[in-house]
């Protein structure tokens, strides 16, 4: 499985600002995820990252407000911009591991806005 | 459309019991079906998955997991429940492709002394 650090593990943050959250792997993997989450709750997914290529966002999220960088096979962030209290969350990245469809996460970065 | 259900938010089982964990699926084609584990301020383990083979899964820290395709379900299970093992659990399965997962809304698991 991959070991996969984030950073930072939490921060809070002023209305208006943006913050950018990290994503190391220890290893190469080609497809990696952003997710939110809501304590205690189900996982919404953000976008998906692949290396060389846009990021693809699902429905309710745009690049503006999350842009993404993907500059190496181990590497990523998400940016939070402008935000507001709503965006109060856990984000978490996942990356899917090399030969297999199993999904590793990191330990996510909880996010207060006030 | 395709989706994951954990019908129950949470389950209660005193320490020493077995555990179950329920989870159904909807979706078109051969499911591929997760289970995950997240412990208080942490990322999600992964626990399980089923893919093909055979319908009962091992997996991390005791747990296992049968598949039943007739009932369309993947419920977790472990025979003797530890206060450890008090957490909220995922299942998801995979839809596409591009390996994203559907996930259910979690089943937080509460083991009694």
């Known amino acids: 499985s991959a070991v996969i650090s984030q950073k930072p593990s939490r921060d809070i943050c002023q209305r208006g600002t943006s913050l950018t959250i990290q994503c190391q792997v220890d290893?190469?993997?080609?497809?990696m995820f952003w997710y939110r989450q809501q304590p205690g709750q189900s996982l919404t997914l953000i976008a998906t990252?692949?290396?060389?290529?846009?990021?693809?966002?699902e429905s309710g999220f745009v690049i503006d407000k999350f842009p993404i960088s993907r500059p190496n096979l181990t590497f990523s962030t998400l940016t939070v911009s402008n935000m507001s209290p709503e965006d109060s969350s856990i984000y978490l990245c996942?990356?899917?591991?090399?030969?297999?469809?199993?999904?590793?996460f990191g330990p996510g970065t909880r996010l207060t806005v006030l | 459309a395709q989706s994951v259900a954990q019908p129950e938010d949470q389950v209660n089982v005193a320490e020493g019991n077995p555990l179950t964990v329920k989870c159904t699926y909807s979706v078109s084609g051969n499911p591929y079906l997760f289970w995950y584990v997240q412990y208080p301020n942490r990322g999600l383990q992964f626990l399980l998955k089923y893919i093909t083979g055979d319908n009962l899964v091992k997996g991390s820290y005791g747990f296992e997991a049968e598949f039943n395709k007739s009932q369309t379900s993947f419920h977790l299970k472990k025979p003797s429940a530890l206060v450890s093992d008090s957490a909220l659990y995922f299942c998801?399965?995979?839809?596409?492709?591009?390996?994203?997962?559907?996930w259910g809304a979690g089943t937080k698991l509460i083991i009694k002394p």
């Open positions: 290893s190469q993997v080609t497809m």
């Open positions: 998801a399965v995979r839809v596409d492709s591009n390996y994203q997962l559907i």
């Open positions: 990252a692949n290396q060389g290529s846009e990021a693809t966002y």
């Open positions: 996942s990356v899917r591991g090399s030969n297999t469809d199993t999904q590793y």
